[in-house]
C-alpha cells in the first residue's frame, strides 16, 4: 500500500519561506500527478497547486507566484517552495494524487503557522 510522509513545516514569519517535501512509497507515483492540498481549521481542504508525471504545473490563484511545486520521480518526491508566506496560508498541508479516482489515504500533513 503506497504511503505518503509530509514534512518540512514550521512556524514561520509573514514574508518567511518553507519548503515541504512528500515522499511516496510506491511505483504509483511516478505515473500520475500529484498535488499538495491544505486545510485550515474550520475549511474544507482544498488543492493549492499539482504537477503531471511530466512537469507541467497549476495553481491556485491565492498563492500563484508564490508558491512553487516540483518533483523528483527518481526520489518519489514531491515539494513545495512557499516564499513571501501570509497568515492566511496557515493550514495543514497535505501531499496525495491529483487525480480523485487515483486518490491514496491521507498521510497525516505537516503543519504550517505563519505568524509574528
Known amino acids: 500500500q503506497v504511503q505518503l510522509v509530509e514534512s518540512g513545516g514550521g512556524l514561520v514569519q509573514p514574508g518567511g519561506s518553507l519548503r515541504l517535501s512528500c515522499a511516496a512509497s510506491?511505483?504509483?507515483?511516478?505515473?500520475?500527478?500529484m498535488g499538495w492540498f491544505r486545510q485550515a481549521p474550520g475549511k474544507q481542504r482544498e488543492l493549492v497547486a499539482h504537477?503531471?508525471?511530466?512537469?507541467?504545473?497549476n495553481y491556485a490563484d491565492s498563492v500563484k507566484g508564490r508558491f512553487t511545486i516540483s518533483r523528483d520521480n527518481a526520489k518519489n518526491t514531491v515539494y513545495l517552495q512557499m516564499n513571501s508566506l501570509k497568515p492566511e496560508d496557515t493550514a495543514v498541508y497535505y501531499c496525495?494524487?491529483?487525480?480523485?479516482?487515483?486518490?491514496?489515504?491521507w498521510g497525516q500533513g505537516t503543519q504550517v503557522t505563519v505568524s509574528s
Open positions: 496525495n494524487t491529483f487525480r480523485r479516482d487515483l486518490r491514496l489515504a
Open positions: 510506491g511505483s504509483i507515483f511516478s505515473i500520475t500527478a
Open positions: 504537477i503531471t508525471s511530466g512537469g507541467i504545473t
